[in-house]
């Protein structure tokens, strides 16, 4: 005879501990990446992934030419997208009392600030070193060694 109520038992408290070992995970994962600015961290990882792969992908002929083609495209609009969102940011913190198209408008003048500027170029330093890795993560992964 089976213990059904003793495999029930054994279930919810397994569904538990996976539940607070996620848990943990999860909040230890978000706690580290908000001191590395997480979106800039994924973004970067995202961008330099795409540059690497969209360089290595088709073909070894010309590799290098499309490597280089792919990693200007993917860090100029990386770039453009990091720009772009200091005006989000601006619109967010303003909550919402000036249209985007203002706040957008005034991304020089908040990145003229010296505070708000150094919070910016860090983003944008970690954002750097990610799409790095990101490329790297690529071209190894593509590339016969």
């Known amino acids: 005879m089976e213990n059904k109520g003793g495999n029930m038992v ?3 408290l397994i569904a538990a501990g996976l539940g607070i070992l996620g ?3 999860g909040g230890a994962i978000w706690f580290g990446l908000s001191f ?3 979106l800039t961290f994924l973004a970067g990882i995202v961008a330099g992934l795409g540059g ?3 360089g290595m992908i088709t073909g070894e002929k010309n590799r290098a030419v499309k490597l280089t083609i792919a990693i200007v495209f993917s860090l100029g609009l990386f770039c453009v997208g ?3 969102g200091v005006g989000v940011d ?5 909550h919402g009392e000036y249209p985007l198209g203002s706040c957008m408008k005034m991304i020089n003048t908040v990145l003229s600030s010296g505070e708000l500027n150094s919070g ?3 983003d944008a330093v970690i954002g750097i070193i990610c799409y790095v890795v990101g490329i790297l993560s690529a071209i190894v992964k593509l590339k016969d060694f």
């Open 90 to 94: 601006i619109y967010t913190a303003l």
């Open 36 to 38: 590395l600015g997480r």
């Open 52 to 54: 690497g792969f969209g």
């Open 120 to 122: 910016f170029i860090k």
């Open 23 to 25: 848990g943990v995970v």
């Open 82 to 84: 990091m720009y772009l």
């Open 10 to 12: 054994r279930d919810i």
